[in-house]
């Protein structure tokens, strides 16, 4: 029996964070279970995914890519803990 797919992420960290874990499921069983393919077809829906919302946030917030890099760049923007989470 499958398991029912998960929620959409609402943000960038949850995105990560479910693929992080479907990536260590994948750790767990052994290759010949799922299809070389149907992985890169997953890893290829999930980053066309990432990337349209991305672009949806920077035109929603009003900022470019250029100026998040910038913003993301600067460890004073951000406390340790979160500074280091980033790294």
């Not at 949850?14 to 279970?33: M, N, R």
Request: with cysteine; charged share 35%.
């Amino acid at each position: 029996m499958t398991e029912p797919p998960p929620k959409k992420p609402e943000n960038i960290f949850e995105a990560v964070s479910q693929f992080e874990k479907k990536l260590h499921e994948h750790e767990q069983t052994e290759p010949a279970q799922e299809p070389l393919q149907a992985l890169f077809q997953q890893c290829q829906k999930l980053h066309e995914e990432l990337s349209t919302r991305i672009d949806r946030e920077f035109e929603r917030s009003g900022i470019s890519e250029r100026q998040y890099r910038a913003y993301i760049n600067r460890p004073q923007n951000f406390s340790e803990k979160d500074w280091q989470r980033l790294q």
